[in-house]
């Protein structure tokens, strides 16, 4: 599995841009085959800067994924929108294939 975070930082005057933008391609991700979940939150500590989670299935499917036509303008559109590089970790990891419970919080009893 490729696993992905990436940090925008959004300049304040296309805050209206990147709502219309990131809408658009967080569904048009989650809609490709290979994409196992794709999306954005904003920073509780940098109101400015929002986070991308990203996961695909295979690199096959993060090859596809790059040839896509909302990837180009996705990319085409976004350094009108950023204030400062984005900042990204990649990890290519095979032996992940997905979300596993997390062993140290789980609900309690009512």
């Excluded at 599995?1 to 809408?23: A, C, Q």
């Excluded at 929108?81 to 984005?86: D, T």
């Amino acid at each position: 599995m490729i696993l992905i975070t990436v940090k925008f930082p959004i300049r304040e005057d296309k805050l209206d841009e990147w709502g219309e933008l990131s809408s658009f391609y967080a569904k048009a991700v989650n809609e490709e085959p290979g994409c196992v979940f794709f999306e954005f939150s904003r920073s509780l500590t940098e109101p400015q800067t929002y986070v991308c989670i990203e996961g695909f299935r295979d690199s096959d499917a993060g090859r596809e994924h790059m040839g896509q036509e909302h990837v180009a303008r996705f990319m085409a559109e976004m350094p009108d929108i950023v204030s400062a590089q984005p900042q990204i970790i990649y990890v290519d990891a095979d032996e992940v294939t997905g979300f596993g419970p997390m062993g140290e919080i789980s609900p309690r009893g009512s």
